[in-house]
């Protein structure tokens, strides 16, 4: 078979416009492309588990950046409880990160926020909704499950930051945790967190 110069070239073109199709959100109606999700580790968390997290973010949002380890801001150290401010953190994370990319700290630390009347009250995580920044702790977690329980809490905060609140159905990974640890039930978002999540460009 021959082909001219010019069905090459439109040959050329097709395939940039199906590959530029494939790759780009912007293709895709009604679909954004995702942020650029920052990992910053925090402390003396195991690296071997930021890793195995950081690999199943990276399935839902392969633009996602492992930052190296650094030490908590001293100004979110809340003294007269040893621990550290999940609020404070969170306005320090957001401060350093560049509009349009979301940045999380993880850290193995109690981390802590205003709840109601309780002036000082430990949490699993804390993201902004909507924001750039969130922060989650290993303290509360399970040690038995603790990869799947960090990626439960990250993905939770991650969907805070995309505008999501809290869902009423028990097996979402957007439960409300109201003090507790719910997260051996939660299996996966729901419908409609999910296709919410799905505009944002998360793989879902
Ligand atoms: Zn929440
Ligand atoms: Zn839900």
């Given at each position: 078979?021959?082909?001219?110069?010019?069905?090459?070239?439109?040959?050329?073109?097709?395939?940039?416009?199906?590959?530029?199709?494939?790759?780009?959100g912007?293709?895709?109606?009604?679909?954004?492309?995702?942020?650029?999700?920052i990992?910053?580790?925090?402390?003396?968390?195991?690296?071997?588990?930021?890793?195995?997290?950081?690999?199943?973010?990276?399935?839902?949002?392969?633009?996602?950046?492992?930052?190296?380890?650094?030490?908590?801001?001293?100004?979110?150290?809340?003294?007269?409880?040893?621990?550290?401010?999940?609020?404070?953190?969170?306005?320090?994370?957001?401060?350093?990160?560049?509009?349009?990319?979301v940045?999380?700290?993880?850290?193995?630390?109690?981390?802590s926020?205003?709840?109601?009347?309780?002036?000082?009250?430990?949490?699993?995580?804390?993201?902004?909704?909507?924001?750039?920044?969130?922060?989650?702790?290993?303290?509360?977690?399970?040690?038995?499950n603790?990869t799947?329980?960090?990626?439960?809490?990250?993905?939770?905060?991650?969907g805070?930051?995309?505008?999501?609140?809290?869902?009423?159905?028990?097996?979402?990974?957007?439960?409300n945790?109201?003090?507790?640890?719910?997260?051996?039930?939660?299996?996966?978002?729901?419908?409609?967190?999910?296709?919410?999540?799905?505009?944002?460009?998360?793989?879902?």
């Amino acid at each position: 078979m021959k082909f001219s110069a010019g069905s090459l070239n439109r040959f050329f073109f097709l395939s940039f416009i199906i590959f530029y199709w494939a790759t780009s959100g912007f293709a895709r109606p009604g679909i954004e492309s995702p942020r650029q999700f920052i990992i910053q580790p925090y402390g003396k968390i195991s690296k071997a588990l930021i890793n195995d997290v950081y690999q199943r973010i990276k399935l839902i949002n392969p633009n996602v950046k492992l930052n190296s380890q650094a030490d908590l801001p001293i100004s979110a150290y809340y003294s007269p409880r040893g621990r550290y401010r999940a609020d404070s953190i969170i306005h320090y994370l957001s401060r350093k990160t560049a509009r349009g990319n979301v940045i999380i700290g993880m850290t193995s630390k109690d981390v802590s926020t205003t709840k109601g009347e309780h002036k000082d009250w430990g949490v699993m995580g804390l993201g902004f909704r909507p924001g750039n920044a969130c922060v989650v702790s290993t303290y509360r977690l399970s040690k038995k499950n603790l990869t799947s329980q960090l990626f439960k809490v990250s993905i939770h905060e991650l969907g805070h930051t995309e505008g999501l609140p809290h869902c009423k159905d028990p097996h979402c990974y957007m439960r409300n945790a109201q003090g507790g640890n719910h997260l051996e039930e939660e299996t996966d978002f729901c419908r409609s967190c999910k296709s919410y999540l799905r505009k944002k460009g998360w793989r879902l």
